[in-house]
């Protein structure tokens, strides 16, 4: 886990209320339609519906989804022609611990 590319990551305020968005999925997003009911991905939002609910192109929230994933704080499913994403919980937990350590 590298704590700097999480804070970059963190540093943009999109992307910090994507995740607080995702914390609560269903206070903020619609039902995932093409999301089928016996998949085993709980919570995941299709990257369509965040660009809507952020107002930005989807290309753009897709590039945000990425970092945040590859930063540890998201973890995705893709079904289809669709991606979902959800918060990474564990890594989020691991990044907390890791900041109370180095601080």
């Keep these: 886990m590298d ?17 607080e968005w995702l914390k609560e999925p269903e206070v903020h997003f619609g039902p995932q339609s093409h999301l089928p ?8 939002i299709c990257v369509g519906s965040i660009a809507d609910k952020a107002g930005l192109a ?13 930063s540890g ?9 669709w991606t979902y994403y959800r918060r990474d919980e564990k890594g ?12």
């Design 3 to 19: 704590t700097l590319l999480i804070i970059k990551a963190l540093s943009n305020e999109t992307r910090l209320k994507i995740l």
């Design 73 to 81: 704080l998201l973890e995705s499913r893709r079904h289809c022609q």
């Design 58 to 70: 989807q290309s753009v929230i897709s590039g945000y989804l990425v970092k945040m994933q590859k």
């Design 37 to 44: 009911s016996d998949c085993d991905f709980p919570g995941g």
């Design 92 to 103: 989020i937990q691991q990044f907390k611990d890791r900041l109370l350590e180095e601080i």
